[in-house]
């Protein structure tokens, strides 16, 4: 029995069959070609080393400072954003939906005499839905363009913002 100890149990040792493999013919392999043993001294590519000076360093400083800054503002913005997306889907629906709110209601309507049109103040509550959430969107796609833009003049080295759009801009 292959693969199997002399007491029954599995064998760990490799079986040593390399010999047996049928070679293929050479016009047919489909292995990559034996690399000649000669090996040739590789040339080493350096990149040449930026030597900054203390105006530069500072810069590359402010200009790291402004994108860690863009990046809490976009992720802060992410987080009030989404958060108000899915309070409005869930939480307002489901207090206009609640069978309570409707009993609340009919309650204020009976004990002050009032008649509150609830219908269209469903209808109103689901259009200001729409209008609060495309802003939220909006405003998020604002946090995520001004973090590209200082992370794109970063790494252009530009300080001034108004210089950095026109100089985009003469590329379009």
């Not at 590359?60 to 992720?75: F, P």
């Not at 109103?124 to 998020?140: F, H, N, R, T, Y």
């Amino acid at each position: 029995m292959q693969g199997l100890n002399k007491d029954g149990g599995i064998s760990f040792e490799r079986k040593r069959n390399f010999d047996t493999k049928k070679k293929e013919p050479d016009m047919f392999s489909r292995k990559a070609p034996d690399k000649p043993t000669e090996e040739e001294p590789k040339e080493e590519i350096t990149e040449p080393v930026k030597v900054l000076d203390a105006e530069a360093e500072a810069r590359q400083a402010r200009l790291e400072a402004k994108l860690k800054t863009a990046k809490v503002v976009n992720y802060s913005g992410f987080a009030f954003n989404g958060s108000s997306i899915f309070a409005l889907l869930f939480g307002v629906h489901h207090f206009i939906m609640d069978p309570n709110t409707l009993e609340l209601i009919n309650l204020i309507e009976t004990t002050f005499g009032v008649d509150i049109p609830y219908e269209r103040f469903v209808e109103l509550v689901e259009l200001w839905k729409a209008q609060i959430m495309s802003i939220c969107g909006s405003v998020q796609v604002g946090f995520i363009a001004y973090q590209n833009t200082r992370q794109r003049m970063k790494d252009a080295d530009t300080e001034d913002t108004w210089a950095f759009i026109n100089k985009e801009l003469e590329k379009l």
